[in-house]
């Protein structure tokens, strides 16, 4: 490889991995809200100049998650109820689009795949393990996304990974108490099992919807306590 284009493609992935860090670990809240990025100190421990990293805050400021205030330079921004019901509605559109994919493409491994993902969720849910419980649930979700093949529409549910692993993390307690959230997990397996497209389809639309009603509440009520 040419080494001017070389250095270029390494330059591009220094400013990525800037950006796809301080995303994750600001939507997964280990950067609380309202705390002042100072870059010496954030390029210090992403190992990284300051260019690359406020290439990644501009970014970021695009994505809603930092905001530049004057004289108080950049601080991270809190969710709002408008984020949040964005990142669902992205959600919910883009699985009604995958889900004859899905439907179409589901096969026996699939289903085994499924029930063993839905064996260990039983027993987290049995013993109100929520921290388990949310890596089961994306990973049951997730598995099912996989089988529509999509990769172009499964890119963009990816780009809201972080976000959605930052709303399970504030809605999972709630969906341990909520054992009819559980009990659709098995009504989605189910209907895949029985090729249900329309079935499906209005369930997981009914699932994400009342996720989306779970976190929002949650929020709300975060708010309401900070008055």
Do not use: W
């Not at 408008?82 to 883009?94: K, S, T, Y």
């Not at 029930?115 to 921290?131: P, T």
């Amino acid at each position: 490889m040419d080494p001017e284009l070389e250095q270029t493609e390494s330059a591009k992935a220094i400013r990525e991995l800037a950006y796809e860090q301080l995303k994750h670990t600001i939507i997964m809240g280990e950067i609380p809200v309202g705390t002042r990025i100072i870059e010496t100190h954030f390029a210090k421990k992403l190992h990284i100049s300051r260019t690359p990293l406020r290439e990644a805050l501009r970014r970021l400021e695009q994505d809603g998650l930092v905001e530049y205030q004057e004289r108080k330079g950049v601080r991270v921004s809190a969710f709002t109820i408008e984020d949040i019901e964005e990142v669902f509605l992205i959600r919910n559109a883009l699985m009604m689009l995958i889900m004859p994919s899905i439907i179409q493409n589901v096969d026996d491994e699939d289903i085994t795949a499924l029930k063993n993902i839905l064996s260990e969720m039983d027993i987290s849910q049995r013993n109100e393990d929520a921290d388990a419980l949310a890596k089961q649930n994306r990973a049951f979700h997730k598995t099912i996304e996989s089988i529509s093949n999509k990769k172009r529409i499964l890119r963009v549910i990816d780009s809201q990974e972080d976000y959605i692993l930052r709303f399970s993390a504030i809605t999972i307690a709630s969906i341990v108490r909520r054992s009819n959230a559980h009990n659709e997990h098995h009504k989605m397996l189910e209907l895949l099992q029985n090729k249900d497209l329309e079935g499906l389809s209005k369930l997981y639309e009914h699932h994400l919807e009342e996720s989306k009603e779970t976190c929002l509440e949650a929020v709300r009520l975060k708010q309401q306590k900070q008055k």
